[in-house]
Nanobody
Framework: QVHLVESGGGLVQAGGSLRLSCAASGRTLRTYAMGWFRQIPGKEREFVAAISRSGAMRYYTDSVKGRFTISRDNAKNTVYLQMNSLKPEDTAVYFC?????????????????WGQGTQVTVSA
């Protein structure tokens, strides 16, 4: 079992940047594909980005391509989401999640472990 804790959220103006971190304890993160999701009240949790165990494969939802970058440091047991050129529509609670699959997937139900989330608010 792995325990995930997100950090790095906050309030930023449109066009600004934030870097989210997801630190893991318990099992080593190198055995999991990792994903970032986001959710606003009343909406389903939305896929943002995913990365394979080695970091060789990365996937993004269309709305963040070219602005967000997912990465991982398995030695530090941490996954990151660098968010640039932020827009008000990026405002949400961001969650990281771990999936025991070899290839990362975009569907939230596939993920086995979740963090508690970190709030990102982008002002116009």
């Amino acid at each position: 079992q792995v325990h995930l804790v997100e950090s790095g959220g906050g309030l930023v103006q449109a066009g600004g940047s934030l870097r989210l971190s997801c630190a893991a304890s318990g099992r080593t993160l190198r055995t999991y594909a990792m994903g970032w999701f986001r959710q606003i009240p009343g909406k389903e949790r939305e896929f943002v980005a995913a990365i394979s165990r080695s970091g060789a494969m990365r996937y993004y939802t269309d709305s963040v391509k070219g602005r967000f970058t997912i990465s991982r440091d398995n030695a530090k047991n941490t996954v990151y989401l660098q968010m640039n050129s932020l827009k008000p529509e990026d405002t949400a609670v961001y969650f990281c999640a771990a999936d025991e699959a070899v290839v990362p997937v975009t569907g939230a139900p596939h993920y086995d472990y979740w963090g508690q989330g970190t709030q990102v608010t982008v002002s116009a």
